[in-house]
């Protein structure tokens, strides 16, 4: 076996000396020089003709920008033909309307300035219980319950007494007497007045007459009764909250929204409220304040949206989704998927016709959607190379691709 191998290896050495020799005698014949002074040809005039990038032809209907410098050391020439098999497509860089969309998740919760609290300001026992389960929606002056004190009764019995006084010692000769029945008056009036009974019954006791056993107690607003403690028979004392009530067909949802959207978001802009769960709901709402501390953890700011709720399809609680659509006027603009990301820079491919490409680094401003404001680094009308599925693969490719076409010019 170890001979032939050995036969093997031999004849593999005799056959290509042979192809060697036979190698340098043919150059040798025809005169092409070896080594060094090849390469000193290639070096000539003729290698410098062959990097001229191809004049643009004006017939064509690829789209060209202004020709760049001869000798800028940022572009390289890409036969069309090429281009077109790889996928190159173009945009013109141009002045666009341009509106940038904030999308965020709020949770529903009560308009606190239409919520009243229902307690009383004496001692008393609940007699008549109107409106007695959570829930309940109730007008603006609707009786919730009549309650009985024996403070309220004396009350209304001096209020009488002091009354048919001024009746009968208001025009007394004696004028001491006389203003002691209107001081007892006006002291018994402004008790009731702290004690929140209104005037009409005030004045219901003074054209009846009547002392009145119980007293309703009335709903300040009208809205639905979201908490109640109020029972038949119960024994209440002063600052005790009987009832909760939220007038809920407005209400507030309580959004967050990052920092960086901050500087968008104004006072009086109009959203859009939806619901996962109902797609056919759609709300119309604005902001109505913007909270001034930031969560530093989220790095997020809480906003504030105020929306009208008909039939009282949101419910405190509940979550919905939140859009706001803002104008941010014309600016120059490009595609986001012409930007080519290195990580450090953001740089842009120019097509200036006839396979001729020049990439530049960019100063991009504000996103809105597919497309990105360009503050530095493109002019109006430049032909943004667009797509490139050889160069936009990866980050790492990206980087490569970069550093190659800037060894092409040497």
Same mark, same amino acid.
Not at 249 to 255: D, E
Not at 378 to 392: P, R
């Given at each position: 076996?170890?001979? +032939?191998?050995?036969?093997?290896?031999?004849?593999? &050495?005799?056959?290509?000396?042979?192809?060697?020799?036979? +190698?340098?005698?043919? *150059?040798?014949?025809?005169?092409?020089?070896?080594?060094?002074?090849?390469?000193?040809?290639?070096? =000539? @005039?003729?290698?410098?003709?062959?990097?001229?990038? @191809?004049?643009?032809?004006?017939?064509?209907?690829?789209?060209?920008?202004?020709? $760049?410098?001869?000798?800028?050391?940022?572009?390289?020439? /890409?036969?069309?033909?090429?281009?077109?098999?790889?996928?190159?497509?173009?945009?013109?860089?141009?002045?666009?309307?341009?509106?940038?969309?904030?999308?965020?998740?709020?949770?529903?919760?009560?308009?606190?300035?239409?919520?009243?609290?229902?307690?009383? %300001?004496?001692?008393?026992?609940?007699?008549? #219980?109107?409106?007695?389960?959570?829930?309940?929606?109730?007008?603006?002056?609707?009786?919730?319950?009549?309650?009985?004190? $024996?403070?309220?009764?004396?009350?209304?019995?001096?209020? &009488?007494?002091?009354?048919?006084?001024?009746?009968?010692?208001?025009?007394?000769?004696?004028?001491?007497?006389?203003?002691?029945?209107?001081?007892?008056?006006?002291?018994?009036?402004?008790?009731?007045?702290?004690?929140?009974?209104?005037?009409?019954?005030?004045?219901?006791?003074?054209?009846?007459?009547?002392? &009145?056993?119980?007293?309703?107690? *009335?709903?300040?607003?009208? =809205?639905?009764?979201?908490?109640?403690?109020?029972?038949?028979?119960?024994?209440?004392?002063? =600052?005790?909250?009987?009832?909760?009530?939220?007038?809920?067909?407005?209400?507030?949802?309580?959004?967050?929204?990052?920092?960086?959207?901050?500087?968008?978001?104004?006072?009086?802009?109009?959203?859009?409220?939806?619901?996962?769960?109902? @797609?056919?709901? *759609? #709300?119309?709402?604005?902001?109505?304040?913007?909270? @001034?501390?930031?969560?530093?953890?989220?790095?997020?700011?809480?906003?504030?949206?105020?929306?009208?709720?008909?039939?009282?399809?949101?419910? $405190?609680?509940?979550?919905?989704?939140?859009?706001?659509?803002?104008?941010?006027?014309?600016?120059?603009?490009?595609?986001?998927?012409?930007?080519?990301?290195?990580?450090?820079?953001?740089?842009?491919? /120019?097509? *200036?016709?006839?396979?001729?490409?020049?990439?530049?680094?960019?100063?991009?401003?504000?996103?809105?959607?597919? +497309?990105?404001?360009?503050?530095?680094?493109? %002019?109006?009308?430049?032909?943004?190379?667009?797509?490139?599925?050889? &160069?936009?693969?990866?980050?790492?490719?990206?980087?490569?691709?970069?550093?190659?076409?800037?060894?092409?010019?040497?």
């Amino acid at each position: 076996m170890k001979r +032939w191998t050995f036969y093997i290896a031999f004849g593999v &050495l005799i056959i290509g000396s042979g192809l060697g020799a036979y +190698w340098f005698l043919s *150059h040798q014949a025809t005169g092409v020089p070896t080594g060094p002074s090849q390469e000193a040809t290639t070096q =000539g @005039p003729n290698r410098k003709h062959m990097e001229q990038p @191809p004049k643009h032809d004006h017939k064509s209907s690829t789209p060209a920008s202004e020709s $760049p410098p001869a000798t800028a050391p940022n572009t390289l020439t /890409i036969a069309p033909e090429r281009l077109q098999t790889i996928g190159v497509r173009f945009e013109e860089a141009a002045h666009r309307p341009l509106a940038r969309t904030i999308r965020t998740v709020g949770r529903v919760e009560i308009d606190e300035r239409r919520l009243a609290r229902v307690n009383i %300001k004496f001692e008393g026992w609940i007699e008549d #219980l109107r409106v007695s389960a959570i829930g309940d929606h109730v007008k603006q002056h609707q009786i919730l319950f009549t309650i009985y004190s $024996p403070d309220l009764v004396a009350t209304q019995e001096e209020y &009488l007494l002091a009354l048919q006084g001024i009746r009968e010692l208001g025009t007394s000769e004696f004028p001491v007497v006389a203003k002691g029945a209107k001081d007892l008056l006006e002291a018994t009036r402004r008790r009731f007045q702290l004690w929140d009974i209104t005037e009409n019954h005030i004045q219901d006791l003074e054209r009846t007459g009547e002392v &009145l056993r119980t007293l309703p107690i *009335h709903s300040p607003i009208t =809205g639905t009764v979201l908490k109640m403690e109020a029972r038949a028979g119960t024994h209440v004392t002063p =600052g005790t909250e009987l009832y909760m009530i939220a007038d809920l067909s407005r209400i507030w949802i309580m959004a967050d929204i990052y920092e960086y959207e901050l500087p968008l978001i104004q006072l009086d802009q109009k959203a859009t409220v939806t619901l996962s769960y109902d @797609p056919q709901t *759609h #709300l119309v709402g604005s902001v109505g304040f913007i909270y @001034p501390t930031l969560d530093p953890q989220t790095r997020t700011a809480k906003v504030r949206f105020e929306v009208k709720n008909p039939g009282e399809k949101l419910k $405190p609680g509940m979550y919905a989704n939140v859009e706001l659509t803002i104008p941010l006027g014309r600016r120059l603009a490009i595609p986001r998927d012409a930007v080519l990301e290195t990580g450090e820079r953001q740089v842009v491919f /120019i097509h *200036h016709g006839g396979g001729t490409l020049e990439w530049r680094d960019a100063k991009l401003g504000v996103q809105a959607g597919e +497309w990105v404001e360009v503050l530095e680094g493109v %002019k109006e009308g430049d032909h943004i190379v667009t797509s490139a599925n050889f &160069l936009i693969d990866s980050e790492s490719q990206l980087k490569s691709a970069i550093r190659g076409m800037a060894g092409m010019k040497h």
